[in-house]
């Protein structure tokens, strides 16, 4: 299997406390802002690394922001946040959203291919985790097996991987998902990943939400 062979299988991360140690500043190269009304095709493009979304996935992008933010879309724009060069070009992007008005999530971490490697993406989320309080916790993530750098990423910050259940529409295959992990990560990160129980509380919140906020 080769990376752009790995299946996308359902991956749930949840963490309940900070590693403040995880979190670095931004280099003085680059500086944090939010993503503006005007850039909501370019933030659409983002996971596809393209300057216009591909059309084959322009009605699940659409999709998403019906679903999750359409209603607020003011509070998308204040939550989602570009790293840009200076030339004000976005490189990297990462959003906080509290799905369904019950949890606090992390959506759409990403880093264009061509600034991959500068720290970019701890700094984001860095960025994005300094904003919680200790009352907004336990805080969730939805992906794949595909991102596992960036499953390497979210457990330096205090996220573990969430085994068992069904989580609102989608179906937990984490099980699926660590050969994949083991294979593609290094063997020193793929060991240092924890493991809990989906709390049933989490499953049970989710138990009739059939839309893709999360």
Known sequence: MTEVEIPDYN?????DQLNKNALTELSSDY???????????KWKAFPFDSETIPSEYEDFMNEIIKDS???EMETFYKNTIFIC??????????????AYSKFNSIHWLKTLKTHEGQGLGRAILSEIMRKFSTKDYPIYIHTQPGSFRAIKLYSDFGFKLLKGGTIGHR???LEKCLPILSEFMPKKDFDSLEIVDTPSSFIKLLKNETTIQF
């Not at 991956?11 to 963490?15: L, Q």
């Not at 500086?31 to 503006?36: K, S």
């Not at 060069?85 to 509290?98: F, G, I």
């Open 11 to 15: 991956i749930f991360m949840m963490c």
């Open 171 to 173: 179906v937990n295959e």
């Open 31 to 41: 500086y944090f802002r939010n993503c503006r009304p005007n850039e909501l095709e």
């Open 69 to 71: 933010y359409s209603v």
């Open 85 to 98: 060069n200076n030339e004000d070009k976005p490189v990297a992007t990462c959003s906080h959203w509290k």
